[in-house]
């Protein structure tokens, strides 16, 4: 089993940064695509950012393009996401997710953490 689990959340202005960290427990987690993703109450589970474990390539969903970044460091089990320009509408719960075989879409992976509350005042 690998348990994710996140942190860094919390309320912050419109404008302002964030960094979101994820932790697994796992001793394969170099093995892993990560990713997060979001969600709203009555809203889809949305594609945020992924990063690959053979070569750390990256893919940031269309939202989020030139704001947030996601990095990994595998000595620490880690996964972040750095959020800047944060709008209202970023507002959401986040939540990271490991696959061994990676993919853009939820259904594709396998591990989840309880996710990590983002709230953005305007």
């Known amino acids: 089993q690998v348990q994710l689990v996140e942190s860094g959340g919390g309320l912050v202005q419109a404008g302002d940064s964030l960094r979101l960290s994820c932790t697994a427990s796992?001793?394969?987690?170099?093995?892993?695509?990560m990713a997060w993703f979001r969600q709203t109450p009555g809203k889809e589970r949305e594609f945020v950012a992924a990063?690959?474990?053979?070569?750390?390539?990256?893919r940031d969903g269309d939202s989020v393009k030139g704001r947030f970044f996601i990095s990994r460091d595998n000595g620490a089990n880690t996964v972040y996401l750095h959020t800047n320009s944060l709008q209202a509408e970023d507002t959401a719960g986040y939540y990271c997710?490991?696959?061994?075989?990676?993919?853009?879409?939820?259904?594709?992976?396998?591990?989840w953490g309880l996710g990590a509350q983002v709230a953005v005042s305007s």
């Open positions: 997710a490991a696959s061994y075989w990676g993919g853009l879409t939820a259904q594709k992976y396998d591990y």
């Open positions: 796992t001793v394969t987690f170099g093995s892993y695509t």
């Open positions: 990063i690959d474990w053979r070569d750390s390539t990256t």
